[in-house]
């Protein structure tokens, strides 16, 4: 069945979904940008039509999911439009700049539930799959991890500034966040943070973060971020911009989302290229994201994050904001307690 999907934000991002989407035979039935240029330089790309704006795709009855492309401070209000439209959403992360905000977003939802998933897109990269394979086929129980994300400098513009985009917390932690639940099976239960500005004037949000993490499996370990890499080291081919390190009973397991895999055994050390593409639409998991998506919309189970759990993320993110201005351990709301004050 060809699907047809309109993209709101017509930005990089938004072409990586949309080469995804069209290798799978989707049709690229049109986008819209605030920006003039951009928005015409992906409808002459993907040779598609140009709208005159977010209302006129989401009102677009022949249009069968809306992807979200758009810059943080935007993510809450098309969501909660599009749900209204009872549309089938596909939103980038984060679900919400701050809690408050992604409970406006999961209210509308619970009043009209519909297919929704945000774009943690590191679940389903093929390194990061082959790690999670190996910890199943090792019967490896997690005991403690460390984790990182260094990227080259992007927060001195748009990413760092407080209502657009917000800082490491937001645009690294979130992605962070969401990993260690998915990879270690459960929620962050507290966090101890300490943030920093590095060369960014201190009226944006911090670009750097270093924070203890506790799982409430008991579980609990390190996260290192900031905006200081270099595209060399960090995003090439078998760069380190993303690593989780996980210590077991069976063995030490180490991850590059978008790199290698390696592990330890009693019985030897091994290590391996899981995708060797260049192609980020490929080695960063968005071709993977596309299928999951699709089959979503075919009533079958996905690992794509929920908006749930992004919410429960996005209450993580909270709780380490709180932490690195009290220099104090703050616990994470939970989702369930956030479900029963919405009802």
Not at 39 to 46: D, G, H, K, V
Not at 145 to 159: H, I, K, L, Y
Request: proline residues 3%; glycine residues 10%.
């Amino acid at each position: 069945m060809k699907r047809r999907v309109g993209i709101i934000g017509t930005g990089e991002i938004a072409r990586l979904h949309a080469e995804a989407l069209e290798a799978l035979g989707w049709e690229i039935a049109g986008g819209y940008d605030i920006i003039p240029e951009v928005l015409e330089n992906f409808c002459r790309a993907y040779h598609c039509p140009a709208y005159g704006g977010a209302r006129e795709i989401l009102e677009d009855s022949s249009i069968d999911a809306v992807y979200i492309c758009t810059r943080h401070d935007s993510h809450v209000q098309l969501g909660i439009e599009a749900i209204e439209k009872k549309k089938t959403v596909f939103m980038e992360k984060p679900a919400a700049l701050s809690l408050a905000e992604a409970k406006r977003l999961i209210q509308a939802y619970r009043k009209t539930p519909v297919i929704f998933t945000v774009g943690y897109n590191m679940r389903v990269s093929p390194a990061l799959q082959r790690f999670m394979n190996l910890l199943a086929e090792n019967g490896a129980e997690i005991k403690a991890f460390r984790a990182s994300m260094t990227g080259p400098a992007f927060m001195r513009g748009w990413a760092s500034d407080p209502q657009q985009g917000g800082g490491v917390l937001v645009c690294q932690g979130s992605h962070m966040f969401d990993l260690l639940q998915y990879v270690t099976g459960s929620p962050v239960e507290a966090v101890c943070a300490v943030t920093d500005h590095l060369d960014i004037g201190t009226g944006r949000e911090p670009n750097a973060a270093a924070i203890l993490v506790r799982m409430k499996s008991g579980v609990t370990g390190t996260l290192l971020m900031n905006d200081e890499g270099t595209a060399g080291f960090h995003a090439g081919m078998q760069g380190r911009m993303v690593n989780i390190t996980v210590y077991t009973g069976k063995g030490t397991f180490d991850v590059d989302a978008y790199g290698k895999v390696r592990w330890g055994t009693e019985d030897g050390y091994w290590e391996e290229l899981p995708c060797s593409d260049s192609n980020p639409v490929r080695r960063w998991g968005y071709m993977e994201q596309a299928k999951y998506f699709a089959r979503q919309l075919d009533g079958e189970s996905s690992c794509l994050c929920t908006l749930e759990q992004a919410v429960q993320v996005a209450a993580v993110v909270e709780a380490a904001r709180i932490s690195a201005k009290t220099a104090s351990w703050q616990p994470v709301e939970m989702i369930e307690d956030q479900e029963r004050k919405l009802s």
